[in-house]
Each structure stands twice: as C-alpha cells, then as structure tokens.
C-alpha cells in the first residue's frame, strides 16, 4: 500500500531554480523543512552527514537520501521504501515530500532516533545558508498569482477542494439563516 498524504505537495508548491526546488508557500516550506529534520534523524541512526534544514531541497537533500538508501535494509519494508525515493531531481522529491517525511519518519523512530537532531552545517541546497525564504512561482500568461498574505484569493488557492466545498457550504447556510425568509406568526 502506498502512503499519499493529504494535501500532497503539487508541482505549483514549488518553483526549481537550477537544481534547487525552493518552496512557493509556508505550508510548503513547513513539509520541506519537516521532512529535511525527518531525514537529519534517519542520518543521525545511520551514522551519515546531516543537512541543514533550511526548506530547499538541492544537492545536499538528493545527496542525504542517496546516503541513506545505500545503508538501508533490503528487509525492513519501510527502509525500503524510503531508500526508493531517493532520486537525483529535486522536482521528484519536492513532489513526494509528504511521503518521504513519512517514510524518514517511521524508519528514524524504528531505529530509535532521537526525536530532534542538531542540522548539519552548510545547505541542503549547496548554496549558501543565508536568506532562502519562500520563492514565489514565476508569474507566466500575464496573470497574477496571490503571494503570502494576498487576501482572499491567495487563502482560497491554498485550499484543498474538500476545504472549499466546506466554505461554500457554511457560506450557504449563512447565507440563508440571514437572508432566508422569515415565518410570520
């Protein structure tokens, strides 16, 4: 059975500059960070480097998970379902990260990891560790995308269709409460 996380990571979550996928929104950041600190753990009980976890996922994250997968067991299912994911795109780790967080995270408490670990020095993206903040999506067709903080709009593309369906329910029943017709007595 294959782990798919709700609110998976879409490939709009994320812009690649170069070899490095650089998150487009918090939540995004927060996965990547997450599943960065997961795999500092797996590091940690496999005795590899650790990463920085600064939210890119670049050389030093493919890296980690290359690591990783050549000490894993071919028996324990959960090691090797992680050491599956390692890849040598970010776009393809940057899409599963849900998964892979998943995966770290089972693995590093099978192997008794301590539940945080110090990061490793330098960058997960092979660049320098400065200000890696979140990189909006290139704006293309001449449409405009909501950054953080966009308002309604913004609010409304980072939610998943059960959340808008939610909306538009109670927006109906409020709707209706306030303008439906009243009983006369």
Do not use: H, W
């Not at 490939?11 to 070899?19: E, H, I, L, N, Q």
């Not at 950054?147 to 538009?168: D, R, Y």
């Amino acid at each position: 059975m294959l782990y798919q996380a709700m609110g998976a990571v879409s490939a709009s979550d994320f812009v690649k500059r170069g070899s490095v996928c650089k998150p487009a929104n918090y939540s995004t950041q927060a996965t990547f960070r997450e599943m960065q600190a997961q795999l500092n753990r797996c590091a940690q009980a496999f005795g590899v480097p650790k990463i920085a976890v600064d939210g890119d996922i670049g050389t030093g994250t493919l890296t980690l998970l290359s690591r990783l997968a050549s000490k894993m067991s071919d028996t324990n299912a959960m090691e090797v379902a992680l050491a599956n994911e390692a890849s040598n795109d970010c776009s393809t780790v940057a899409s599963r990260a849900e998964t892979v967080l998943f995966f770290a995270k089972t693995v590093a408490n099978g192997k008794g990891a301590p539940a945080t670990v110090a990061s490793g020095g330098g960058s997960s993206s092979g660049g320098s560790s400065g200000n890696t903040g979140i990189v909006p999506p290139p704006i293309t067709g001449g449409t405009s995308l909501p950054g953080a903080g966009g308002g309604i709009a913004a609010s409304l593309s980072a939610m998943s269709t059960i959340e808008k369906a939610g909306l538009a329910v109670g927006a109906l029943a409020l709707g209706m409460a306030l303008f439906g017709k009243k009983k006369r007595r």
